[in-house]
């Protein structure tokens, strides 16, 4: 009788162990079921958080730091990640961070700035039982963070680069410029049309100097004022085609006009002529003009099909850049001369930069106009200068890409020249930094 009742005793303690065992193992599942839970909801969060950043990032890129605030795509990523799935209601996540604190500029020098953009993430997920979640230590619902922090780089352009440059246009009158060049015109005919055009743009300071085999007349002084420019006009308007070609003469007393005027900007010199030199050595008068620091413009007046003569492209370009074809131009008819005229103007008035950091090759760039109330206005992108020169009235910009520079359509040049705005370059680079 007392061995059954001991056998019962061992009976019932190993049931108690067994029961003990169960409800052990039980509760360590249910710890790692929970634990993993929280392990892929704290995965999904920071995913959330790299998504969000990520997102505000192109938002900023494209659109401007002002259309971050609010922007249904920041819901559309929460919505759509794993962890903030309406079909899972228990599990609520949001962006904690202020929108106004999201994005912050951060100052590198030079120009070189970062759009740091800085997002905090927080979630609530209830325990699958309140009993065992009150056992481990959870009160009330659990509450996870995630952070994630994206750096955008960007370029600061404050300046126009070629704010009021100073110009002295070197005019041929020599016999050739008498002949027919379309539209009922002669060629020195379509030319004074043309200097009058350019004379009425703003922002640049103006020299002239007309030319045959010497210099004929010039004014001797640089100046922006309209009175000036009106000297300039009449010494044009009075000037007759006559005599042989000389380069180095105008270039020469170009040189010494820029030289002589102590005004802000950059020296250029516009050199204006339809026939080769046969008076001179026209590479020593450019050479001269590049001693002084000053650039070389040629514009070629010329027959339809015709490329620039062979020394005004030798004598274009810069310091350190001589015979450089892209500032050696070719005018075919009094309207295109006209046109290229206002052209030059807009790219001496118009180009920013250099862009710090520079773009990778291939890289694509957005810029914005931001007024001096930092309101930032996305500018169109048009691939190259005609493109630019084609759109002058809308807001837009061509990346130049083999100067690092951007170049303003007209009227954005306007707002940077007249209203005190200044431009922001991004990038599409962007580095996830935490």
Known sequence: MQHKLQRRGQRGAVIFLIFNFIVFTFLMMWVGIFLGQMQTRKD?????????????AQIARTGGVAAVCNNPALDYVLRNNVGGNPNNPQWEMRIATPCAQLVTVVDDGDGAERLQINAQLIAQQAPPDPIFGRMLGFQ????????SVVDLPQSNLRDVERKLPRMVLALDFSGSMDAEYGGGLKRYEALQEAVDALLDVDNIEFGGVTFDDGVLSFVDDVSD????????ADMVFDERPTGRT???APLRRATQLLRDDDGPGKGYILLVSDGDPNEGDYMRGAEAAWRAGYTIITLSVRQPGQAPLDPMIDVSGEPGNGGDRNLALVATNAAELQAIFRNIAGELLCRLGPINPEPA????VFAFLVDRFGTETPLERYDGLPG?????????FAHLTDENKVMLTAAACEEVLDRGAHVVVRLSQQALVQ
């Not at 090759?361 to 694509?364: D, L, V, Y």
Request: net charge negative; aromatic share 2%.
């Open 225 to 232: 004022e309209p009175a000036h420019r009106d000297v300039i």
């Open 361 to 364: 090759a291939g890289e694509r």
């Open 44 to 56: 999904e969060m920071q995913a959330a958080a790299d998504a969000v950043t990520v997102t505000i």
């Open 140 to 147: 009330d619902d659990v509450v996870l963070n995630s952070r």
């Open 388 to 396: 630019v020169r084609s759109h002058s009235g809308d807001m837009g």
């Open 246 to 248: 000389n380069y180095e």
